[in-house]
Nanobody, 125 residues
Framework: QGQLAESGGGLVQPGGSLRLACEAS????????MGWFRHTPGSRREFGDF????????????????KYGHCAKGRFTVFKDTDNSPLLHHMNSLESDGSEVYSC??????????WGQGTLVTVSS
């Protein structure tokens, strides 16, 4: 029950910025945790975080507040205005060339983790 839909990916030049969005379908419990992972195109998300090539992007939204890992390095942020608002993922100063798929996840108050299909981000000049 419930689906996630990401948007905002695309082509960006080195040093540029993008804003990703993750929108959850209605009916999902409002008490939950959301965040982002990334992986190379063609990789799989099965079995959660233990699939090779999948890493946490360093941003999580939980109980109305963002939580950041050191890998965010002050360049990545998340924000969610209301319970019905999409989760926004701001990415600044993108430098490394290449393509990665950013996937949104949601941990409901009960049930298994939900995953979106992902949105492709390509850094290239």
């Amino acid at each position: 029950q419930g689906q996630l839909a990401e948007s905002g990916g695309g082509l960006v030049q080195p040093g540029g910025s993008l804003r990703l969005a993750c929108e959850a379908s209605e009916g999902i419990a409002n008490a939950h945790t959301m965040g982002w992972f990334r992986h190379t195109p063609g990789s799989r998300r099965e079995f959660g975080d233990f699939v090779a090539g999948i890493t946490w992007s360093g941003v999580t939204w939980s109980r109305g507040r963002p939580k950041y890992g050191h890998c965010a390095k002050g360049r990545f942020t998340v924000f969610k205005d209301t319970d019905n608002s999409p989760l926004l993922h701001h990415m600044n100063s993108l430098e490394s060339d290449g393509s990665e798929v950013y996937s949104c996840y949601l941990d409901p108050i009960s049930g298994l983790r939900l995953w979106g299909q992902g949105t492709l981000v390509t850094v290239s000049s």
